[in-house]
């Protein structure tokens, strides 16, 4: 047998796997395979980013400043007050339905609903921002950057994020649809456009330069998103396109209402998981949050693929649960749980090597791994993927109370068992060891949950084909 003939069985082995698969099955298998490659992509550009952001200001105060900025204002994108997530959820229902007047009604009531939002928080902000002094906010002399000069660069990186919050509904509709790796695809391309504009273009002082780059960032991170826009309500959307006369009351609180338990979610979920810096800062001091980032940096390698794997899960959920397909769901769900354990066998299989792993990482700035901290993180890795997997499913079926009741347990449990341990003398890492603790019992509960209604759901379905 030749090379080329065994080349060609290989693939035809693959696409006839392929061919096999249900429409659902394949739908997500693209947009995951299309979400890891456009990951790879970003990688390979994000390893000249930083070399190109420190020629273009030549000046690491100034950089600084740019990545806080970014850092102070970026949460904004993550807590959309649920609305992203509510007409996500809506839409995938109207499409499901092939109700298309119904899809225009969400889409233009969704918009509309965004652009009120983002015209009230453009108004707190600027207000805001025009209240306080920026120069000590990001800590640099009056002499490098001015007020002045600071004061507007975030005004347009403020800006820049609420015209994203506006264009929230472009991104959920392509979530609807199941192009979940259309929206990773617009993220590359806004990486590439800023790239370019930083390796094109300077303007002579690190002001000047803080200014344009602000200016770049405002129109370059949100045209991508309004391009795709355009093209989707101009091609296959056309029926759906927005318009005033489709805006309704009804149907902005409905979405308004899924998105309230979303936003709610959100706010629990960053106070359960985004607090750990600043715990371990607060109590131990800052030297130590360094070492928590270079252990977390590592095990969070895992988690990142697996959430890479079930972005276009949660879609696919809304739309099956919407068909009533509960037997694909089922046999999706044991495929999740089954990905959900490997990855926790994988976070302690990580241990022995983590040391090896850590030295090649950071060179001559590498730190003495301690086995037991390894361990913590292990356990907390695991809990973490495992929570993420549940609740795409939760989150797709838009069921989540139980998620509420125990992210809320969790924090009041976190942040009081964490104060009595560490006022006790224990180190940081019992930070960690608290973070999977209180994680646990919601996967143990969730995964109950969840067994319990699918079954139910899939006896009904049995019961209706019967009769």
């Not at 456009?38 to 990545?67: E, H, Q």
């Not at 975030?154 to 994203?164: G, K, L």
Request: charged letters at 15%; one cysteine or more.
């Amino acid at each position: 047998m030749n090379k080329i003939s065994l080349l060609h069985k290989i693939k035809s082995f693959f696409i006839n796997r392929f061919k096999r698969v249900d429409k659902n099955t394949s739908t997500v298998l693209k947009n995951t395979g299309f979400a890891f490659l456009v990951k790879g992509l970003s990688l390979c550009v994000s390893l000249f980013t930083t070399p190109a952001f420190i020629t273009y200001f030549d000046d690491n105060a100034v950089l600084g400043v740019w990545y806080t900025m970014l850092s102070v204002l970026m949460w904004v994108l993550n807590f959309d007050l649920g609305l992203g997530n509510g007409i996500r959820n809506r839409l995938v229902k109207d499409i499901a339905h092939k109700d298309y007047e119904s899809a225009k009604i969400t889409i233009s009531s969704g918009m509309c609903s965004c652009f009120f939002i983002a015209l009230v928080l453009s108004l707190l902000g600027i207000t805001f921002l025009s209240s306080i002094n920026l120069t000590k906010l990001y800590n640099i002399d009056a002499s490098i950057i001015s007020s002045e000069v600071l004061y507007i660069s975030t005004i347009m990186v403020f800006m820049s994020i609420i015209i994203r919050f506006f264009l929230t509904t472009v991104s959920s509709i392509f979530y609807a649809l199941q192009k979940s790796s259309v929206n990773n695809f617009l993220h590359l391309c806004v990486t590439i456009l800023q790239l370019a504009f930083v390796k094109l273009f300077n303007f002579g002082s690190a002001s000047n330069n803080l200014l344009f780059l602000s200016l770049a960032y405002m129109i370059l991170s949100n045209l991508p998103v309004a391009v795709a826009g355009i093209i989707i309500f101009n091609t296959s959307l056309k029926k759906c396109k927005p318009n005033i006369k489709f805006i309704k009351k009804e149907r902005m609180k409905s979405v308004m209402n899924i998105g309230v338990v979303f936003f709610v979610c959100q706010i629990l979920y960053m106070l359960l998981i985004n607090t750990n810096e600043f715990i371990i800062t607060s109590f131990c001091g800052p030297q130590y949050t360094t070492e928590y980032y270079f252990y977390f940096k590592l095990v969070s390698l895992i988690s990142t693929i697996i959430t890479l794997a079930i972005t276009p899960i949660w879609s696919m959920v809304t739309k099956v649960t919407e068909e009533k397909n509960f037997e694909w769901l089922w046999n999706l769900y044991k495929k999740l749980k089954h990905i959900g354990l490997g990855a926790v066998l994988i976070q302690f299989l990580f241990i022995p090597i983590m040391q090896i792993v850590m030295d090649i990482w950071l060179g001559k700035n590498s730190i003495q791994v301690n086995y037991i901290t390894a361990l913590y993180f292990a356990l907390f890795g695991g809990a973490f993927v495992y929570s993420s997997i549940l609740s795409s499913i939760v989150c797709g079926m838009a069921k989540m109370k139980l998620q509420m009741i125990f992210y809320g347990i969790g924090i009041i449990m976190k942040f009081f068992i964490i104060y009595i341990l560490l006022k006790a003398g224990y180190g940081w890492n019992i930070v960690v060891l608290v973070n999977a603790i209180v994680l646990i019992p919601y996967c143990i509960a969730q995964q109950i949950e969840l067994n319990r209604f699918i079954k139910i759901k899939m006896e009904e379905n049995k019961n209706v084909i019967i009769h």
